[in-house]
């Protein structure tokens, strides 16, 4: 993803506060701390590798509903794009779309105007 369209998802301080939360959660079992930059790209990305895949699993299903809805006001995420990225990792085994936040994402994603 350019650098320009990077920034200007975390150009507003209240989200980058709120997806810096959200890695707190997705963070902490793994070795290796993601980047809030990392996160933006891997859930964005057309074809996430494993180690994408897990990342997007742990926001999807391990991050709070409320935190996750903060990440959509602030524009750091949309819906559809959360719901798209929980799809593409289906395909590498990891389904989270029949958790509780899986199914919330889907369900608000079918609201969202694109």
Known sequence: MA?????????????RAWLRAALKTVNAPLPIETAPEAMINHVLDVHPDI?????????????????LANLVSKRVFSYNELNAAMERIRLLGLDVSETENG????????????
Do not use: C, K
Not at 3 to 15: A, C, E, F, K, V
């Open 103 to 114: 199914r919330w994402i889907a369900e608000m994603a079918g609201f969202e105007v694109v």
């Open 51 to 67: 180690y994408a895949s897990v990342r997007i699993a742990a926001l999807i299903d391990e991050v709070p509903g409320p935190t």
């Open 3 to 15: 650098t320009n369209q990077l920034s200007h998802r975390l150009s507003d301080p209240d989200g």
